[in-house]
């Protein structure tokens, strides 16, 4: 089983990477761009049977740093991605 973790910046909280995204587009002449946020994707290969509070503990713990970040678990049960 694959689960997929997104992890984003919360709101409010500065995003240097993006705004540096943002200033590399208009440099490339890519207008109507209004904001840029970057964030993170981590795939994980589990066990099949691996419960959604693990998951979630290993965001809390390790993956995602809960203070500034926000995180979405998506199962991907049965894909062969």
């Not at 099949?48 to 290993?58: Q, R, S, Y």
């Not at 740093?65 to 049965?78: H, M, S």
Request: glycine share 12%; aromatic share 4%; hydrophobic share 40%.
């Amino acid at each position: 089983m694959k689960a997929r973790i997104f992890i984003t910046l919360k709101p409010g909280v500065l995003d240097p990477q993006g705004k540096a995204i943002h200033h590399a587009l208009e440099g490339l002449g890519f207008g109507g761009v209004n904001d840029v946020r970057a964030g993170k994707l981590i795939e994980l290969e589990l066990a099949d049977g691996t419960e959604d509070k693990a998951i979630e503990d290993m965001c809390r713990k390790l993956l995602a740093n809960t203070v500034i970040e926000n995180f979405r678990i998506e199962r991907l049960e049965g894909a062969q991605q």
